[in-house]
């Protein structure tokens, strides 16, 4: 399975913008790449998924480097709600579409 | 998408004992699927469970110690089979994707201690 790699935590203050990198330099050309995130006590909740193109939804954006080596989840107006650890993975077409996390990006916003 | 009910929520057994959790969904799935979330670490997949067929394990996961049934395309249980204290964790199931790589759905998961 192809890996990614983020920062270990990012810290935001409220209703401010959030960038949150991931790398997936060797991404295949069938690899999606899927985020979620993981309140404190919940399971994994989705948030976004994309393959090539830059995705929007209500909860955030996805934007896909040209050559598909890194994306960006975008939250817009970081809230305390936001709060997660945020998983960026990628996930096969050509699999049994099993997920497999990563260590994932802790979130803080600060009000 | 889908919703699933996972239970029981949380529990407290006995070492050398059996606990089963159940996964009810409430939409018919093709695959679903089986994680373990051991104490501030990430979610590590144990097995997917195709209905009419024995589960595959991922690495590190055996059969004996983790047994699965799949009897239709709306339910599933993890059995994890005598216990020991290594084995509290958060147990969660999951559904989804799809040849089109849609997003997955996560139970609310069974947190599991043993003592």
């Known amino acids: 399975d192809a890996k990614t790699t983020q920062p270990n935590s990012m810290e935001s203050n409220e209703e401010e913008p959030v960038h949150l990198p991931c790398n997936h330099s060797t991404i295949s050309g069938t690899d999606y790449i899927h985020w979620y995130r993981q309140l404190p006590s919940q399971g994994p909740e989705y948030v976004i998924h994309?393959?090539?193109s830059n995705v929007n939804n209500r909860m955030a954006s996805l934007a896909i480097a040209e050559d598909r080596k890194s994306s960006t989840l975008i939250l817009h107006r970081a809230t305390l709600r936001d709060a997660a650890v945020y998983y960026c993975i990628l996930r096969d077409s050509d699999s049994w579409g099993k997920l497999q996390f990563g260590a994932g990006t802790q979130v803080v916003v600060t009000p | 998408s889908a919703v699933i009910s996972q239970k029981p929520s949380r529990d407290i057994c006995q070492r050398g004992t059996s606990l089963t959790i159940q996964c009810q969904v409430d939409?018919?799935?093709?695959?679903m699927f089986w994680y373990r979330q051991q104490p501030g670490q990430s979610l590590t997949l144990i097995a997917t469970?195709?209905?009419?067929?024995?589960?595959?394990?991922e690495s590190g996961f055996v059969i004996d110690k983790f047994p699965i049934s799949r009897p239709n395309l709306t339910f599933s249980t993890l059995t994890v089979s005598n216990m020991s204290p290594e084995d509290s964790s958060i147990y969660l199931c999951?559904?989804?994707?799809?040849?089109?790589?849609?997003?997955?759905?996560f139970g609310s998961g069974t947190r599991l201690t043993v003592v």
């Open positions: 994309g393959l090539t």
């Open positions: 469970a195709n209905q009419g067929s024995e589960a595959t394990y």
């Open positions: 999951s559904v989804g994707g799809g040849v089109t790589g849609d997003g997955y759905t």
């Open positions: 939409s018919q799935v093709t695959m």
